[in-house]
C-alpha cells in the first residue's frame, strides 16, 4: 500500500484498475478519519467525564473530511474497473474514467486521446454520448483547446478497430488527456 495516495490519489487517475485500487485507499481514508474523530471524542470524554469539551468540539470538526472521504467511498463503489488491458503504446490512453456532471456520471471504461481524437469504450449500452459531448467538450473549450471529435463505442470489435489506426500522440493531444484527467472522479 502507498501511504501517499491516501493524500491525493490523482497521479494515478487513468492507469489500469484505477477504480479497484483507488476504492481500497478511499475505504482506508475513511476508516481512519472516523476513528481519529471517535478517538478524540471519546478521550476528551473520558478525560472530563463531561462531552461538553474543546476535543469534542475537534471531533466534530474531523468527522467533516471523514464525511467527504464516505461519499468517495461511495462513489468509488458504484463502478467497477474495466478489467481487460489495451496496449497502444505511441498513442495517449486512460482506463477506467468516470466524468461526473450535476445530472448524470459517465463512465468510460478505455479512452485513447489522439489526433484531435477522443474515442472511447463503454460498457454501459444506454451511455449518452451527445450529452458526454457537450460536458467534456465544456472543459476543453474553457482550456482553450480546440475542438476535439469525440466518439464513444459500445461495442468492443468497432473501438478495436478504431484505435488499431489512430497515429502518434502529439503535445495537443497530452494537454487534452490533462484536461480529461483533471475532470474525472
Request: hydrophobic share 40%; charged share 20%.
Amino acid at each position: 500500500m502507498n501511504f501517499s495516495r491516501l493524500f491525493s490519489g490523482d497521479s494515478y487517475k487513468g492507469t489500469y484498475l484505477y477504480l479497484d485500487t483507488q476504492r481500497k485507499y478511499e475505504i482506508a481514508r475513511c476508516v481512519i478519519g472516523y476513528a481519529i474523530s471517535l478517538g478524540l471524542f471519546f478521550a476528551g470524554y473520558l478525560a472530563t467525564g463531561t462531552r461538553k469539551n474543546l476535543l469534542t468540539v475537534v471531533a466534530v470538526l474531523g468527522m467533516l473530511p471523514a464525511s467527504k472521504a464516505l461519499v468517495s467511498v461511495i462513489m468509488f463503489c458504484r463502478f467497477k474497473s474495466f478489467k481487460e488491458k489495451i496496449d497502444i503504446d505511441p498513442v495517449l490512453n486512460a482506463y477506467d474514467m468516470v466524468f461526473t456532471s450535476e445530472k448524470v456520471n459517465y463512465h468510460v471504461s478505455h479512452l485513447c486521446v489522439s489526433g484531435g481524437c477522443i474515442i472511447g469504450y463503454t460498457e454501459n449500452g444506454k451511455f449518452n454520448e451527445s450529452s458526454f459531448k457537450d460536458h467534456v467538450q465544456s472543459f476543453l473549450s474553457a482550456e482553450k483547446i480546440g475542438d476535439m471529435t469525440i466518439k464513444i463505442f459500445t461495442d468492443k470489435k468497432a473501438y478495436m478497430n478504431r484505435i488499431s489506426s489512430l497515429e502518434n500522440s502529439d503535445k495537443t493531444d497530452a494537454a487534452c488527456m490533462k484536461v480529461l484527467k483533471q475532470i474525472v472522479l
